[in-house]
C-alpha cells in the first residue's frame, strides 16, 4: 500500500526543487468531505486552506460533483469554435454578478492566465506598456504576471517587456505610513500614487493592478476606500483599474460580494480563479465590451470555459448564492473573531491578526516588534497539524499564517479549528 513517506520521495524525484510540500512529514490527501480532508495513513484534517482558498464551498460538495458527473457524462471538451451551453451560460451568470457595465468574460485556464489577459487588453486598449501595481502584491506565475508581482519570495524573474511601478498601499504593517490613522494613511498613498504618476512614468500608464488583500502576501489589506481613491486619480488621467479577484471573490470577504466593493470603486476589469470551480481548473477575466473589444486579431484559450469546468463553475455559484454563503462568511468570520483576537492580543509573538470573512491572517514576529520570525511560523503551522487543522503559510517572509476555511463552514467547525489554534500557540509558547 503507497505511504505518504513514500509520495513524499516520489515527489522529491520528479517535481522541479521550487515546489515543496507543507510540512518536516507531507500529507498525501486521498479523500475530502465537506470541511475535512483524509490522509492516505488514515488521519483526519479539519481543512481551513481549501488547497489556497480554492476547495472553496467544501469536499466532494454534492452539487458540484453531480454537475462535473453529468457533464463528464456527455461531453469534456468542445472549445469556443462550437456554443457550449455551460459555457454561455456561466459567462451570463459571472457578467451579472460582475457589477461591471457591458460586460464581456473571457474563460483562462489559471488566474494567472487571467491576470495576462487583463495585461494585453490593457495595454493595447491604452496602447502604452506601463503598469502600476501595489507593492507586496502576487499576480501569477506567468512571465507577464512576474513584471507585477513585487513579492520577493515570488518573482522568478525581472526580465519583461512591461515598465511597472509599484506604489505604496496594500501592506500597512510595514508601511512607512503605518502609525497614520485610515484617512491620513490613504492620503498618503494617493500623493504616492501622483507622484509616481507624475515624477517616474511617461504620462500614459496603462492600468493599475491590485488585489483588495493580497493573497499571497498574508492577508495584507489597504483601508476600505483606498482604490476608490486610487481611482479618482487614474480615471482623471484615463489610466483603467483591475482588480484581482482571485482570492477575494465569490463572497470570501463577508461583507462584499468581490474585495473591489469595499473600496467604492467599479474596476474596469477583473479577474478571477481559485474557488471558482470548487476545485475544477478554472478562470477567467470580466471586462467592458469597449477594452476586451480592442483585440480584433484571433485570440483563443484552448481549455478556458470547456465544458466540464463551467459546469463545476456554474454549480459553485449557483451555491454560493443560493445559499447564502456570502453572509456565511460573514457571520463565521464573526464568530472566528470573537473567539481568536483575545488569544492574539495576548501572544507576544503575533504582531498582528487580521482579515474579514472567511480570510485570516496571523503575522509572527519576534515578540513586541515587527521583526518576522519564520522558524517560529514554522513551528505554528506543523503544531496546527498535530492538532488536526490545516492552514496555510504566507507572507513577504514567510511569517504569516493563513486561513481561509470553506464558505459553508459551520460554527462548530469554527470552534474546533479555534480550539485547535489554542492548543497550537500554547505549544508553540
Ligand atoms: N492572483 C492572485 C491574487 C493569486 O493569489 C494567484 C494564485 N496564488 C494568482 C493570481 C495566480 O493564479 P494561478 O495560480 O491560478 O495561476
Redesign the pocket.
Known amino acids: 500500500m503507497t505511504t505518504s513517506s513514500d509520495l513524499a520521495a516520489r515527489y522529491r524525484r520528479v517535481l522541479p526543487s521550487f515546489l515543496a510540500p507543507y510540512y518536516a512529514e507531507p500529507i498525501a490527501i486521498d479523500h475530502g468531505e465537506g470541511s475535512y480532508v483524509y490522509d492516505l495513513d488514515g488521519g483526519r484534517y479539519l481543512d481551513f486552506f481549501g488547497g ?2 480554492t476547495t472553496m464551498i467544501g469536499h466532494r460538495h454534492p452539487a458540484v460533483t453531480a454537475a462535473v458527473q453529468e457533464q463528464a457524462d456527455k461531453v469534456l471538451h468542445t472549445s469556443t469554435l462550437y456554443l457550449s451551453e455551460p459555457m454561455i451560460e456561466f459567462a451570463e451568470m459571472v457578467a451579472e454578478v460582475s457589477g461591471i457595465p457591458d460586460a464581456r468574460v473571457y474563460f483562462t ?7 495576462d489577459a487583463a495585461l494585453l487588453f490593457a495595454t493595447s486598449y491604452r496602447t502604452s506598456n506601463q503598469i502600476l501595481a501595489i507593492r507586496n ?6 512571465f507577464s ?1 512576474q513584471a507585477i508581482t513585487s513579492h520577493s519570495s515570488w518573482r522568478s524573474t525581472s526580465h519583461s517587456g512591461l515598465q511597472v511601478q509599484f506604489v505604496h498601499g496594500g501592506y500597512r504593517l510595514r508601511s512607512p505610513f503605518r502609525d497614520l490613522d485610515d484617512d491620513a494613511y490613504t492620503a498618503a498613498c494617493v500623493d504616492d500614487l501622483v507622484q509616481v504618476l507624475d515624477m517616474t512614468s511617461a504620462g500614459d500608464v496603462a492600468a493599475m493592478i491590485a ?1 483588495p488583500i ?3 502576501g498574508g492577508f495584507a489589506a489597504a483601508p476600505d476606500g483606498l482604490f476608490g481613491a486610487f481611482g479618482k486619480e487614474l480615471s482623471n488621467r484615463g489610466i483603467l483599474f483591475i482588480s ?5 471573490g465569490w463572497g470570501r470577504t463577508g461583507d462584499h460580494f468581490w474585495g473591489y466593493q469595499a473600496h467604492d470603486i467599479v474596476p474596469d476589469m477583473l ?1 478571477f ?2 474557488g471558482v470551480g470548487n476545485g475544477i481548473t478554472l ?1 477567467g477575466i470580466v471586462a467592458r465590451a469597449e477594452i476586451m473589444d480592442t483585440i480584433d486579431v484571433l485570440n483563443f484559450s484552448t481549455f478556458g470555459g470547456n465544458p466540464l469546468s463551467a459546469a463545476a463553475g456554474a454549480a459553485t455559484l449557483r451555491t454560493v448564492l443560493g445559499e447564502g454563503l456570502q453572509a456565511n462568511a460573514k457571520a463565521m468570520g464573526e464568530h472566528f473573531e470573537a473567539a481568536m483576537s483575545p488569544v492574539a492580543a495576548s501572544t507576544p509573538w503575533i504582531a498582528e491578526m487580521r482579515g474579514r470573512g472567511l480570510m485570516w491572517a496571523f503575522e509572527v514576529c519576534e515578540p513586541g516588534t515587527i521583526e518576522p520570525d519564520k522558524s517560529r511560523t514554522g513551528e505554528f503551522h506543523e503544531a496546527c497539524r498535530r492538532h488536526g487543522l490545516l492552514v496555510g503559510k504566507g507572507g513577504l517572509y514567510g511569517n504569516v499564517v493563513r486561513l481561509a476555511p470553506m464558505l459553508n463552514v459551520s460554527a462548530d467547525e469554527i470552534d474546533e479549528g479555534v480550539a485547535a489554534l489554542r492548543a497550537a500557540i500554547a505549544d508553540v509558547a
Open positions: 489556497v482558498l485556464p489559471s488566474g494567472s492566465e487571467a491576470n502584491s502576487y499576480h501569477g506565475r506567468v504576471t488585489e493580497q493573497g499571497v484581482d479577484e482571485v482570492q477575494t479577474t480563479a481559485k478562470a
